[in-house]
């Protein structure tokens, strides 16, 4: 059997995001292993902390990359404070099984913003939360590639005198593109109402059920389909990826404004930087700034935006979209590099919860 001490030691390396390790903060309450094996009680300060899930998957790893793959782990609980008040459930409107609609934006195209867009979504399956994705990209639909699903074509079932979408499921993620609808060899030539009036049915028929988390791909710019969204549903929070290159960061700049704008004041949770620096496989601690750097890092100190995380350019990140298996999906330090991306994004996600109440649809007379 281990000591409680030989425990402890292990958990110190289970990191709470954007804080220090599970046993500093003093959330470990309970450690010890009995005969039906390891035990682990923690304790939160919230009620219904959003990342509980993905700290019982941390201290799993943790132990059995300690103690061995054969580790038996009987229970871990989280206990959490009882509320101190009551609380109304969200009016989510169209979406009421969605804790949190997350839109992913960009400036300008180019940035890798769908790459982004979809590591984060099966990061988020991967760390134990119920996600799915909405590639609202009308014009350059990329995640039925991104996720192998080329081929798919999403059923329907009534409800009553009502259609439903059932999204398309991989990698624990239930997915819903244009591209399932339309020949992966024609473009969409659509003007921008039938665009929107498109993205509107896949919000409201799409067949979402429960969800943690709804990651929204919207195109390059600021379009139509921005203010289809906002206006449709309540967006929680934004974020926008750019590459460290100055003309992508000015656009950049009118993205963040345009989420701030007070008509539609959706909170931006941060900013990623994408192909930040330039590492080849043969020499893998070597960085190559090719487009410039840290240029995200010094636009989010100047708008007082979090930075979320920094993604180099690997040629394993573009072979795994072109595969449709998300780099994410690997044990790797690029798949950590996206694991950490996507805890960074659910810490900044319960901030904005605690700290402000649901975003508001947008009215526009």
């Excluded at 867009?117 to 760390?127: D, F, H, K, S, T």
């Excluded at 350019?313 to 996206?338: H, M, R, T, W, Y």
């Amino acid at each position: 059997m281990y000591s409680r001490e030989q425990i402890i030691e292990v958990l110190r390396k289970v990191k709470y995001p954007g804080k220090d390790d599970i046993v500093s903060l003093g959330m470990v309450e309970k450690a010890g292993h009995t005969e039906q094996g390891i035990e682990i009680v923690l304790k939160t300060e919230k009620q219904k902390d959003p990342v509980a899930s993905s700290l019982k998957h941390a201290c799993v790893k943790a132990l059995k990359d300690a103690f061995g793959p054969d580790t038996v782990i009987s229970s871990i609980e989280i206990n959490a404070p009882e509320p101190k008040v009551k609380t109304e459930p969200l009016d989510s409107g169209l979406l009421p099984g969605v804790k949190n609609i997350i839109a992913i934006a960009s400036g300008k195209g180019g940035v890798g913003k769908s790459t982004i867009a979809v590591n984060v979504a099966v990061a988020l399956a991967r760390q134990g939360y119920s996600t799915g994705m909405l590639d609202a990209d009308i014009f350059g639909p990329s995640a039925p590639k991104m996720f192998d699903t080329e081929n798919e074509r999403p059923h329907i079932r009534k409800e009553g005198e009502k259609e439903l979408v059932i999204p398309v499921n991989k990698y624990g993620v239930k997915v819903l593109s244009v591209g399932y609808f339309v020949s992966q060899d024609d473009a969409v030539v659509w003007r921008g109402p039938m665009a929107s009036n498109f993205l509107k049915q896949l919000l409201g028929q799409g067949d979402w059920g429960e969800l943690d988390f709804l990651v929204v791909d919207l195109p390059p710019g600021t379009s139509d389909i921005h203010l289809t969204l906002v206006q449709e549903v309540g967006v929680t929070g934004a974020v926008i990826v750019s590459t460290p290159q100055k003309v992508a960061l000015a656009d950049a700049v009118k993205g963040i404004s345009m989420f701030r704008n007070d008509k539609i004041d959706v909170p931006v949770l941060g900013l990623v930087e994408n192909m930040a620096w330039f590492t080849p496989a043969e020499l893998p601690k070597n960085k190559y700034y090719i487009f410039g750097k840290e240029g995200c890092k010094k636009l989010a100190e100047d708008m007082n935006v979090p930075l979320l995380g920094q993604i180099p350019i690997i040629q394993s990140i573009c072979e795994s979209g072109d595969s449709g298996a998300p780099v994410a999906l690997q044990n790797n330090d690029i798949g950590k590099a996206f694991e950490e991306l996507a805890l960074e994004l659910v810490a900044k996600t319960e901030e904005r919860n605690k700290d402000r109440g649901p975003t508001k649809k947008v009215h526009v007379n």
